[in-house]
């Protein structure tokens, strides 16, 4: 298996920033904190779908001891750190694989948080492959997200950014499953990228789409 827990991935974004990926681990609960209160409210909102200042001790211990199989994560950090030897969160990316009680072992919910600082400098495109291709490792085979949708408009979007997927639509909600594609762990993320799941979350992120509590549960389970 390559994302392991000694994993240890060096990159650069596009604008120079030296970046480290590994696996998300307990020891990173005060890292976590930290940078969740550098995010802009917007960006807090959009995780937690309400205003939030601050995660709970509870939240970090979920968000952050993680058994790497059915929950994982994978974050992203500064190398230069702030200059003192502090290490700096730009990223996470995490996947939760759906119950087995649900008939449903091959598929998980996945979210990608990208710090404000890191936007546009090709890290979310970075963080996506590498969480489709430990979910292939995992045989998890399809990633869910769950959007409100209230009017056409909605669906009109998701055609155009994922053409090839399946939906189902309960009580407003649209659930949305998007097959995983086959990715090298190692593969160089490309300058421009057509990948429906990307394209999705980068609309996400810019709040073109208006998640469900689906995705406040990838930050801090309710059940």
């Known amino acids: 298996m390559f994302f392991t827990p000694d994993y240890v991935e060096r990159a650069t974004l596009r604008d120079g920033t030296s970046v480290l990926l590994r696996l998300v681990c307990p020891e990173d609960k005060d890292l976590l904190r930290r940078e969740f209160e550098r995010w802009s409210p917007e960006s807090r909102y959009a995780r937690f779908l309400a205003p939030k200042q601050q995660l709970t001790d509870e939240e970090l211990d979920y968000l952050c001891n993680l058994d790497q199989i059915n929950h994982f994560a994978i974050g992203a950090i500064a190398e230069a750190g702030e200059g003192d030897g502090e290490p700096v969160g730009l990223g996470i990316a995490r996947f939760i694989r759906l119950p087995t009680q649900a008939l ?9 948080a990208v710090a404000d600082a890191a936007h546009r400098k090709g890290l979310g495109r970075l963080l996506l492959m590498r969480l489709c291709a430990a979910a292939a490792e995992r045989e998890i085979e399809r990633f869910r997200c769950e959007v409100l949708v209230d009017n056409t408009s909605m669906q009109k979007l998701i055609d155009s950014i994922a053409p090839v997927h399946t939906t189902q639509t309960r009580h407003g909600i649209l659930e949305i499953d998007f097959a ?3 990715v090298a762990p190692d593969a160089p993320p490309p300058e421009t990228s057509e990948n429906p799941l990307y394209k999705f979350f980068r609309a996400a992120a810019e709040n073109t789409v208006e998640w469900t509590d689906a995705v406040r549960k990838l930050w801090r389970r309710d059940s």
């Open 104 to 112: 449903e072992p091959v598929t998980a919910e996945a979210a990608i």
């Open 180 to 182: 995983i594609d086959a």
